[in-house]
């Protein structure tokens, strides 16, 4: 069964930083590219960003490029998002996902406000 269980979410100001974990089970994790997306109060789904299986390629919304930065531990079956200069615009749910399948965790709140 596929379970997956994002963590490190929270309260923070802008300009602040935070790291985003994703433990993942239930399935061969080295296999598959990961995504991370996010939800906004009141909105839709919105990409953020992907990592390719073995970690090499990384794709970035243009929102987060260049502030965000995806990784992945094989070994540990760990997804992590490194979130630097947030802005209040970047509050929402997070979600960690196969990059190819709907379903995903229950996601961690990040909320950026002063």
């Known amino acids: 069964q596929v379970q997956l269980v994002e963590s490190g979410g929270g309260l923070v100001q802008p300009g602040g930083s935070l790291k985003l974990s994703c433990a993942a089970s239930?399935?061969?994790?080295?296999?598959?590219?990961m995504s991370w997306v996010r939800q906004a109060p009141g909105k839709g789904l919105e990409w953020v960003s992907t990592?390719?299986?073995?970690?090499?390629?990384?794709t970035y919304a243009d929102s987060v490029k260049g502030r965000f930065t995806i990784s992945r531990d094989n070994a540990k079956r760990m997804l992590y998002l490194q979130m630097n200069n947030l802005k209040p615009e970047d509050t929402a749910v997070y979600y960690c996902k196969k990059t190819t399948e709907s379903s995903r965790g229950q996601g961690t709140q990040v909320t950026v406000s002063s």
């Open positions: 239930g399935f061969t994790f080295n296999f598959y590219s």
């Open positions: 990592i390719s299986n073995g970690g090499v390629t990384t």
